[in-house]
Nanobody
Framework: QGQLVESGGGEVQDGGSLSLSCTVSGFTFSGFVMGWFRRSPGGERDFVAGISKDGATSFYVDSVKGRFTISRDNAKNTLYLHMNSLLPEDTAVYYC?????????????????WGLGTQVTVAS
């Protein structure tokens, strides 16, 4: 059973930066496409960013392109999300997730393991 634990959330000012980490255990990290999702207050859990098994390819939702960077360290079983130029609308609970789907999965049901989430709040 896969276990994913997010960390690094907190409160930051509009325009600030924050980095999230997701430490994985219970499955072969390098065998999974990894992703970050977020759920804004009153919203759905939406795709934010994804990265291929080897870390060579990343893909993003348009609203975070150029501001967020996803990366992974397969030796450390850890996924990262570096967030710059944060906006109040980035306020959400952020979740990491693991997928066995081919290509660039962006749908919730394509991911089989999930963390419990970490809160990110961007104050205006």
């Amino acid at each position: 059973q896969g276990q994913l634990v997010e960390s690094g959330g907190g409160e930051v000012q509009d325009g600030g930066s924050l980095s999230l980490s997701c430490t994985v255990s219970g499955f072969t990290f390098s065998g999974f496409v990894m992703g970050w999702f977020r759920r804004s207050p009153g919203g759905e859990r939406d795709f934010v960013a994804g990265i291929s098994k080897d870390g060579a390819t990343s893909f993003y939702v348009d609203s975070v392109k150029g501001r967020f960077t996803i990366s992974r360290d397969n030796a450390k079983n850890t996924l990262y999300l570096h967030m710059n130029s944060l906006l109040p609308e980035d306020t959400a609970v952020y979740y990491c997730a693991a997928s066995l789907s081919k290509g660039q999965p962006k749908l919730r049901n394509q991911y089989i393991y999930w963390g419990l989430g970490t809160q990110v709040t961007v104050a205006s």
